[in-house]
């Protein structure tokens, strides 16, 4: 099973050095590009892909809505996914490596919508009862303090955690697409495909919401640096190739823009939601609808 | 001499030995309740008096009952699918889950409305999942299996509550962690018994997952319930 797979990739390098020698030659999509240079040579195998029809799809350049939009059909083309894919896309999530484009490497022309939906549901539901777990255990020794399931913070991650997950996406998306339509370079990733990449991004936030409630600060700041660099970089392997042939100015505010977004979630999350053994009860507001207002004017950069 | 049929012998005889065995199961999507009287017994059911009416619906939701709690592979909850159920079970919960620290109404435990949200819209987005999946299974027998299925998390909260009356801190505790893990496992294991035959094979686990976080989010919801002083 490696070998197909080694082959397919090597051919879209070539293509990328190919497109980067001449700049002019026009290209629908890369999925459709790699596959027309290597349209003599890969033999496609159908046996041993995991997925029969991604293939037949790539080489139909993608093209796979075909019911209406007010079909069971068309929703159900989104949650094509087994078990083991989704599992290996968190995997791939979760270790990011250099050379791997999560888009490329992981989700190949299938994007669903599963991981993403069901990765914001846990991490909603993670982060409000660690940090409700996380209150107690930083008040514990005080007598006054009577325990409290604080169940509107579930309303409150709830919110914050599906408006990052589906707005941001949609402002990097419409940003690449513009981009794209306004200097004629290779494609931008699809909505979904951009949903997807957020959404498994933000697996790593999981354990690391578990693993805050441990009522230590430097521990907390530690685990945030660490959840940051991994999908942190996720997103930028992901994002940077299609970036990097604008200009200087803009490649870089893009993609400092995508990372200053993804801290100010984790660290919001984690000064709202939790404590440390220091501090005591933060007030309930203030700080949630100023990230939300921040986040949303950075949101509209075009 | 031509070959005489044997008028004895019946037609299409021979067809008897090609025969759909018994064991395979028949699947496909019963949107209608099938009742066990149809027809000329729905124009008497009229004149009965109400009591026989109302116990007969009572009886059907008690016996759905005896299935979740000892979930054997009967087909009873999909095929004689009911909302009652679920929504009498829905109401008692979110009824005990109130009279908790709900003094100040932010930092308290769960409004009866956001527990009403929580089982059913989560119960709607789980059904729904599994139809995108490509489960078999139909929308309402889905609801319905999901919603008998909280009837060991609701007696976890009698016993919860009953145990809160007393004043022990830490046993206390304890006890009502044991019952609620023991009603959570029980409640994931019953409702997985019923929906797994429906999913296809490599896919199982994609479903069984958010019926886990759902039963998860409503145990914590029981476990940290705590009333006011």
Known sequence: ?302 | MAEVVDVNKPLFAGLSDVSIAEDIPVEGDIAVPVRSQSGDDEISTLDEPVKDTILRDLKAVGQKFVHVLYPKKSSALLRDWDLWGPLLLCVTLALMLQGGSADSKDDGGPQFAEVFVIVWFGSIIITLNSKLLGGTISFFQSLCVLGYCILPLTVAMLVCRLVLLGSMEVGGFIIRLVVVTASFGWSTFASTAFLADSQPPNRKALVVYPVFLFYFVISWMILTFSPSH
């Open chain 1, 1 to 302: 099973m490696a070998s197909p797979d080694d082959l397919k990739f090597q051919e879209f390098e070539e293509a990328a050095d190919l497109l980067a020698a001449d700049p002019g030659a026009s290209t629908l999509s890369i999925s459709s590009s790699s596959a027309a240079v290597s349209s003599g040579d890969v033999k496609v195998d159908l046996s041993d892909d995991e997925d029969n029809q991604q293939e037949s799809s790539e080489l139909l350049g993608g093209e796979k809505q075909t019911s209406g939009f007010w079909t069971f059909e068309y929703y159900q083309s989104f949650f094509n996914v087994d078990t083991v894919q989704v599992l290996d896309r968190i995997k791939g999530s979760v270790m990011p490596l250099p050379g791997r484009n999560f888009v490329k490497h992981h989700i190949r022309n299938n994007p669903d919508l599963y991981g993403p939906f069901w990765i914001c549901a846990t991490l909603v539901f993670s982060v409000a009862i660690s940090g409700n777990l996380s209150t107690f255990l930083s008040k514990k020794g005080d007598p006054q303090y009577h325990y409290r399931p604080q169940f509107h913070k579930v309303t409150i991650a709830a919110v914050a955690v599906f408006l990052y997950a589906w707005l941001v996406p949609l402002g990097v998306w419409g940003f690449m697409t513009w981009r794209q339509n306004a200097e004629r370079q290779t494609s931008a990733y699809s909505f979904l495909e951009t949903v997807c990449v957020y959404g498994y991004s933000l697996f790593i936030y999981i354990p690391t919401s578990i693993l805050w409630s441990i009522p230590f600060g430097w521990l907390q700041w530690l685990l945030i640096v660490v959840a940051m660099v991994i999908s942190g970089s996720v997103l930028v392997t992901t994002f940077w190739p299609v970036v990097r042939d604008d200009t200087k100015t803009t490649a870089f505010a893009t993609m400092a823009t995508i990372v200053v977004l993804h801290a100010l979630l984790a660290v919001g999350c984690k000064m709202y939601f939790f404590q440390t053994a220091e501090l005591t009860v933060s007030p309930l507001s203030p700080t949630t609808p100023a990230m939300l207002n921040h986040t949303a004017l950075i949101n509209k950069p075009h």
